[in-house]
């Protein structure tokens, strides 16, 4: 079936710098992509969404890429900060139904060393 | 305003046995998605419940059942545990209605371990 995948399972970086997390996503009929962290233990935490009608979403230090000619979301952090280590899944609502339900990538687990 | 929560936070079975897993929606959400999550992997998508109903089921047996109540507060049954069913159980609310959004909230979820 289709799904969302991530490019990279780990990603070290140090503090400071910035972080770019990649996603390659295989539904062309997805119109809304979410980035979620997950902190171990706890639930995935909503970070930033991006609809299709779009190509770029700017947050607080993060930004949202989507280029939809080559399936690919990325995740920019800027200034990365050790609370930033964490796991980071994109995730699609590609369902034809209408309804909102997610298909997660595996993930990247994120380092950060100050 | 309370997020989402469920329970239990912990729990241990035995094969074989039943569990009852509970949750709780954002306040103003009226719609409940579940999530497995096995260790080391994205979420996958058990069903989601509206208006009482389960209205959207992924690729899970049906020794995966829920219900949802009038205070749009939700379960999750699963009959006949397996070892393959340890995993974290996260609950997802987001408003379904008339011009509902895509945005879905998490809880903590519920680790699930089968012995």
């Known amino acids: 079936g289709e799904s969302v995948g991530l490019h990279l399972p780990t990603l070290s970086v140090q503090e400071g710098d910035n972080s770019i997390i990649n996603c390659a996503y295989s539904?062309?009929?997805?119109?809304?992509f979410i980035w979620y962290k997950q902190e171990s233990g706890k639930g995935p935490q909503f970070i930033i969404d991006?609809?299709?009608?779009?190509d770029k979403r700017q947050g607080q230090r993060v930004t949202v890429l989507l280029n939809k000619t080559v399936k690919h979301l990325s995740l920019q952090i800027a200034a990365t900060q050790p609370g930033d280590s964490a796991v980071y899944f994109c995730?699609?609502?590609?369902?034809?139904?209408?309804?909102?339900?997610?298909?997660f990538g595996k993930g990247t687990m994120l380092l950060v060393s100050p | 305003d309370a997020g989402v929560t469920q329970s239990p936070t912990h729990l241990i079975k035995t094969r074989g046995q039943q569990v009852t897993l509970r949750c709780s929606p954002k306040?103003?959400?009226?719609?409940v998605s579940w999530y497995q999550q096995a260790l080391g992997q994205g979420p996958q998508f058990i069903f989601q419940?509206?208006?009482?109903?389960?209205?959207q089921r992924g690729n899970f047996p049906d020794r995966f059942s829920g219900h949802q109540f009038p205070n749009y507060s939700s379960e999750l049954n699963v009959n006949a545990l397996l070892l393959g069913d340890s995993a974290l159980y996260l609950c997802?609310?987001?408003?379904?209605?008339?011009?509902?959004?895509?945005?879905?909230?998490f809880g903590p979820g519920t680790r699930l371990t089968v012995t």
């Open positions: 306040s103003g959400h009226d719609t």
């Open positions: 997802a609310s987001s408003f379904g209605g008339p011009g509902g959004q895509d945005e879905q909230y």
């Open positions: 995730a699609e609502n590609g369902d034809s139904s209408g309804y909102s339900t997610l298909t």
């Open positions: 419940y509206y208006e009482e109903e389960e209205r």
């Open positions: 539904n062309s009929a997805s119109d809304y």
């Open positions: 991006i609809r299709s009608n779009m």
